[in-house]
């Protein structure tokens, strides 16, 4: 089975959140499984330098008025996976972030760097001869993959099954109608049933009309889609497509979050033996400047920082928990300015039980995540979340907010869940006065120190790896080809 898998970002390449995480892992279950998975991806700067063994493999011509493009052929550093980078330096040769430009707004020109990313994976879809190899399914995800079906639909004749994942309904690509000229689309295609949304070309509702299948992240998520208050404007679409909408929990990568393994870990720990875990509490608290109190209930938020992850709760009950309930808090994050600057005063106020780093980095994230006490997530939406189930790993307890995959993977420690649920503390109310509550059972608990590790010990051992996540999406491209594609 040859799959095409279409993503902004991979990890190791280039990351701005969970999206480059399973772009980075999936692939390989999958080849694991015997797939031949090949990913398709923009050539940024960043991962036409990370990609190793790279050839120039076709001349792509300038389309979309995008300027000379060349597909170049590499391997996922650290892996043996196909890659395939658009070469297409006036569209992608920008340093920092993918997305966004200097002045922390969109590239004005994303419509066209995402249609060429869809309309390439169309293009090895229909046109063998472009590269000698060509996929039985099509699977993009996000709205920057969404075009792709739909420039299939357009073309006509034979084309591969196609899935798109959806790993966050609240970004959906969304431009002004001029843009369908450039991107080559048929006046046709702007239509209700086709790529329009209010007035606007959605790359997101493309992906969402086109594909043979959808999927989302976490099988809680697919059920919230479908309503009002999370689908973001396509309840009415994904309800009439439910009998093809599949909620696939996502896993997470053993081989780079394992505490047993950790590079940037100096004491591992695992399951059967969690004594190193104090040791990366202590050693935390001193690379962040903490007072180094084995008994201080250390929490910590590694995220981006905006209000669908609830970061103005934890801006509220912070003061009061590092002052009355005499916790520690350390931060790792960066997004809206007003969160950044929310952090930044409380971090200020408070150096002395709080540390904060606004920006990215991979080691620090691996670091908190071993060296915590408590992992905060009171997301408002969260289609999957992996952070919650790095916590579990790393024996961090995670306090969440009942939604999307929180939902799936965490069960308040006092109630019964599914077996393979971490244990955690769950609030089912997005107000500070829920998050405070939950930390302050979670310092009853933590006084109980045989019981706390007990806990921690039974998440660790919980298997989150991607292996029964894969074989689901294998029976859905399984059953696709059943099916006879889309032709
Ligand atoms: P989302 O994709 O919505 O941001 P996820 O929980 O699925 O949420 O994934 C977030 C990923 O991004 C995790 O791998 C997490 O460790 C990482 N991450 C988020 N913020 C930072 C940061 N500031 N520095 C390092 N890693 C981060
Ligand atoms: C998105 C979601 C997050 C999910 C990730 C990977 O970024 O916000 O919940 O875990 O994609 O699917």
């Not at 050539?43 to 300027?67: I, M, S, W």
């Not at 340093?95 to 994303?110: E, Q, R, S, V």
């Not at 976490?218 to 599949?246: M, V």
Request: net charge negative.
């Amino acid at each position: 089975m040859r799959v095409l898998f279409v993503s902004s970002e991979v990890f190791p390449l280039i990351k701005t959140g969970g999206l480059a995480d399973v772009a980075g892992a999936l692939p390989l279950a999958l080849a694991r499984l015997k797939t031949d998975v090949r990913l398709l991806m923009p050539g940024y700067p960043a991962a036409l330098e990370a990609a190793t063994h790279r050839k120039v493999v076709a001349d792509l011509g300038n389309h979309l008025g995008a300027g000379p493009a060349r597909l170049i052929e590499g391997r996922l550093a650290g892996s043996n996976l196909p890659l395939l980078l658009i070469d297409c330096p006036q569209l992608y040769a920008r340093a920092g972030n993918p997305y966004l430009g200097p002045d922390g707004k969109d590239w004005p020109d994303n419509a066209k760097r995402f249609g060429l990313l869809s309309y390439t994976a169309a293009r090895l879809c229909a046109d063998k001869s472009l590269i000698g190899w060509q996929p039985d399914i099509l699977h993009g995800h996000d709205w920057q993959a969404g075009l792709a079906p739909a420039y299939l639909a357009a073309w006509g004749g034979p084309r591969p099954s196609t899935i798109f994942t959806i790993h966050n309904i609240a970004y959906q690509g969304n431009f002004d109608p001029s843009v369908l000229t450039e991107l080559e689309l048929p006046a046709l295609s702007f239509q209700p049933d086709g790529l329009e949304y209010y007035g606007n070309v959605s790359f997101l509702k493309a992906g969402c009309w086109y594909s043979d299948k959808i999927t989302t992240v976490s099988p809680t998520y697919a059920r919230q889609i479908q309503n009002s208050a999370q689908g973001c404007g396509f309840e009415g679409l994904l309800t009439a497509r439910a009998k093809d909408l599949h909620g696939i929990l996502n896993g997470i990568d053993d081989a780079i979050w394992n505490p047993a393994s950790d590079p940037y870990l100096t004491q591992h720990f695992q399951p059967g033996d969690m004594q190193g875990k104090a040791k990366n509490k202590a050693a935390l608290q001193r690379e962040l400047g903490l007072p180094m109190q084995p008994g201080r209930l250390l929490m910590a938020v590694i995220s981006r920082l905006n209000d669908h992850k609830g970061m103005d709760l934890v801006i509220n009950c912070l003061p009061d928990l590092l002052m009355n309930q005499h916790c520690q808090f350390a931060g790792l994050g960066s997004g809206d300015a007003l969160f950044e600057t929310g952090f930044t005063e409380l971090a200020d106020r408070h150096s002395h039980h709080m540390a904060l780093h606004i920006g990215y980095s991979e080691p620090l994230a691996h670091r908190i995540m071993a060296g915590a006490d408590v992992f905060l997530m009171p997301s408002r939406m969260e289609p999957c979340g992996l952070t919650q189930m790095y916590a579990l790993k790393y024996g961090t307890i995670p306090i969440v907010n009942a939604t999307g995959g929180l939902a799936d993977t965490v069960v308040d420690f006092e109630l019964e869940g599914p077996l393979n649920a971490g244990r955690g503390f769950v609030i089912e109310e997005t107000s500070p006065q829920e998050l405070r509550r939950a930390v302050l059972r979670a310092l009853a608990l933590f006084k109980d120190k045989v019981e706390w590790n007990r806990i921690a010990a039974g998440n660790a051992a919980l298997d989150f790896s991607w292996k029964q996540s894969a074989s689901h999406y294998i029976d859905l491209y399984s059953g696709l080809l059943r099916e006879g594609g889309g032709a």
